[in-house]
């Protein structure tokens, strides 16, 4: 291997709270396909939530998405959009 990793220790993803990815299915079929690589065999999977929140046009205030959906809970405008909370990425891979 180029970097000279003989393993994979860790892998932090970050997931949007309303990203439709069920960390607790995520984790199954990562402990499940982690196991039939000698190199990922063990890794822990770290999962942080990013929070959902939604911009509104009308009063320029963000809010939680999750708590307010899409009206918003200062004006009550329905012109407002999501400005985070449904990307997932990888955040850090540790190896050793």
């Known amino acids: 291997m180029e ?3 003989s393993k994979v220790g860790k892998v932090v993803l970050q997931i949007g709270e309303v990203s439709t990815i069920i960390p607790s ?14 190199m990922m065999d063990g890794c822990e999977l770290s999962v942080e939530t990013i929070p959902a929140i939604t911009f509104c ?3 320029r205030e963000t809010y939680s ?4 959906g899409k009206t918003c809970p ?3 405008s329905k012109r407002t959009y999501l400005v985070q909370g449904d990307e997932h ?8």
Not at 25 to 38: A, H, P, Q, T
Not at 89 to 96: C, G, K
Request: hydrophobic share 25%; net charge negative; with cysteine.
């Open 25 to 38: 299915y995520l984790e199954d079929c990562w402990n499940w396909k982690c196991s039939k690589s000698e």
């Open 65 to 68: 998405t999750t708590a307010h």
């Open 3 to 5: 970097n000279r990793a």
């Open 74 to 76: 200062y004006c009550g």
């Open 89 to 96: 990425q990888i955040r850090e891979i540790e190896v050793v």
């Open 57 to 59: 046009e009308e009063c």
